[in-house]
């Protein structure tokens, strides 16, 4: 576990992208994925946008706005954690926010220069989040987690599905 998150709590689901962040402070997390996310991003060219590994999967777009949900929904769960909200707020099924966001009648351009804009909103938030606002914990779909904790999960998911990006659709096209 990080050392910054020794004392937050998340669902054990969630360790697995975790432990894919650096033990590195927050703010310089989000803004180094985001220059490295950005990078990756940049190296595709739009006939790839529409390809799947295997029946089934997802696109490539379709693979880029998922991180862009899922950043977004974290976001939402770390706002309302911070500003003590008891709600338990919901869960979310990536599936169909897949199947509904109409991706693929999108450019690959139009979804990078949205990552890099949710990004920047992302780092905005949680740079003006006070340590209590960090600490402060909250529920989501059932289980307990801090805001501190959403941060390091929101970078640790986009790195997981770059990865994915580069060993399942870039490396056997």
């Keep these: 576990m990080k050392a910054a998150?020794?004392?937050?709590?998340?669902?054990?689901y969630f360790n697995r992208y975790i432990d894919l962040v650096e033990d590195i402070d927050i703010i310089s997390g989000l803004e180094k994925n985001l220059s490295e996310t950005k990078a990756l991003f940049d190296l595709l060219i739009e006939s790839q946008g529409d390809y799947q590994y295997a029946?089934?999967?997802?696109?490539?777009?379709?693979?880029?706005i998922h991180i862009i949900d899922a950043e977004r929904i974290f976001g939402y769960r770390a706002l309302c954690i911070s500003r003590n909200d008891k709600t338990d707020l919901p869960g979310f099924n990536h599936d169909d926010f897949v199947k509904y966001a109409d991706a693929n009648n999108r450019t690959l351009c139009d979804i990078s220069k949205e990552f890099e804009a949710v990004r920047q909103a992302s780092i905005s938030l949680f740079k003006n989040f006070t340590p209590e606002a960090l600490n402060r914990a909250g529920k989501a779909n059932g289980k307990e987690m801090t805001v501190?904790?959403?941060?390091?999960?929101?970078?640790?998911?986009?790195?997981?599905h770059t990865n994915v990006l580069r060993e399942k659709y870039l490396n056997h096209e």
């Design 148 to 160: 501190l904790a959403l941060a390091y999960l929101t970078i640790g998911h986009a790195i997981h």
């Design 55 to 64: 029946e089934g999967k997802w696109t490539i777009k379709e693979l880029l």
């Design 5 to 12: 998150l020794k004392n937050h709590k998340i669902a054990d």
